[in-house]
């Protein structure tokens, strides 16, 4: 039985363009490397023979030097073979990373371990046979695999098992499937076509593309990115994994999850209607807030309104995660909407009649906008007279 962990989709040098802190941005971009080591422990404890990355290992096809040079010391730390296919953000065109000088130099150097699979034709090694389906640009209308059918199976050994490695996405996948989101938009093309008569002539199919675990069939799978950099989308949905695969020729294998991240995404919706809601919240993000700072992210959907009190109290606990959290991304809308008692110090202003009457024609514009169902402009209204409370001293203490 051969052992081997399949892992893919590392994308180092990802920029996360939309974290807006820098610092955080460099911790995010520090995790992709340092999960090497954490699969590299994997691969100690499952005494695995090889790794292999379907794909993507960079982020771009021309990654920054120090992120190659960072790479390669850490995968020649690994004590076994290293292999990698090109995917769709580091392809194998002439030009990429995989072409240039100071990559192959640093490769020999640092990272001896390493072969990078740019050709589409068999690896026969002392224990397996692997067919790689490396991508050559960025999006191909072809199908990666379409090579491996002209394959002549009876000329290949007949007691090492063979192992598919590709990146892209199968046949039969739903929109939903695509593995998508805002930071990660998805591609139509690099589909792969995995049909019946050429899962037969394999032991394993290791494939990338998907940034979660998927098993596509007994012999099929996708392992996700061993450090996540996207929220779930589902309650099923998995990341941070490498798989460890237990290959024979002719015998379905056997795949086991094993962990891998360090970072934690979660996802948390919220529905304000008042104070008790508002503090139910805290109570959920309580945990959260006693962790350590920088490991975590969260995308917060939010929704309902609050008066202006607990709209500010609301504010200082975002402030709170913004501190503590690698990310805060947040999608939907907490209003602001002032209660009575709250509106009450403003238009019955005796000694301030400018300030009472500014207040009493927003809020009849804010009563309109309500009835002429324009979101945009009672949001706008209701932070003019949110600003015009705060400006004024009114609002009482939460």
């Known amino acids: ?73 850490a995968i020649g730390k690994l004590q076994v073979p290293v292999l990698v296919i090109p995917g769709n953000h580091d392809h194998g065109a002439p030009g990429s990373v995989w072409h240039s000088t100071f990559f192959q130099s640093e490769q020999q150097r640092r990272a001896p371990n390493l072969q990078v699979l740019l050709e589409r034709q068999p690896l026969e090694l002392d224990d397996v046979v692997v067919l790689p389906c490396p991508l050559l640009r960025r999006s191909d209308s072809s199908d990666p695999t379409a090579w491996v059918r002209q394959i002549s199976w009876n000329e290949l050994p007949a007691d090492k098992p063979r192992l598919l490695l590709a990146h892209g996405s199968v046949h039969g996948f739903a929109a939903a499937d695509l593995d998508a989101d805002d930071d990660n938009p998805s591609s139509a093309n690099n589909r792969l076509q995995l049909d019946a008569p050429l899962l037969e002539q394999l032991d394993y199919v290791a494939l990338g593309d998907w940034h979660g675990l998927k098993q596509v ?21 998995q990341n941070g994994q490498v798989l460890a695969v237990n290959l024979k020729r002719g015998a379905l294998p056997t795949v086991q999850p094993l962990p891998t991240a360090a970072l934690v995404w979660h996802q948390l919706q919220a529905t304000l209607h008042g104070p008790e809601d508002l503090e139910r919240l805290e109570r959920q993000l309580d945990p959260l807030l006693q962790a350590e700072p920088g490991s975590q992210l969260l995308l917060l959907e939010q929704r309902g309104s609050l008066n202006l009190a607990s709209h ?34 403003l238009l019955q202003r005796a000694d301030d009649p400018l300030i009472a009457r500014v207040a009493g024609d927003l809020h009849a514009e804010l009563l309109e906008a309500a009835c002429d169902h324009d979101p945009q402009r009672r949001q706008l209204l209701q932070l003019t007279l949110a600003e015009l409370h705060r400006a004024a001293g009114a609002v009482p203490c939460a």
């Open 1 to 73: 039985m051969l052992t081997v962990l399949h892992s893919a989709d590392w994308q180092i040098g990802k920029p996360y363009a939309r974290v807006q802190d820098p610092d955080k941005r460099a911790r995010l971009r520090q995790a992709r490397i340092e999960v090497i080591s954490r699969i590299g422990a994997q691969i100690t404890a499952h005494n695995a023979r090889y790794l292999l990355v379907a794909g993507d290992l960079f982020d771009s096809p021309t990654p920054s030097s120090s992120d190659v040079s960072a790479v390669c010391q």
């Open 217 to 237: 069939d007994p012999r099929t799978w996708y392992s996700g990115s061993p450090e996540p950099d996207r929220f779930p989308r589902t309650n099923d949905y």
């Open 312 to 345: 500010e109290r609301y504010d200082q606990l975002l402030e709170r995660l913004e501190a503590q959290l690698l990310r805060l991304k947040r999608r939907g809308q907490i209003e602001q909407q002032p209660d009575p008692a709250e509106l009450e110090p």
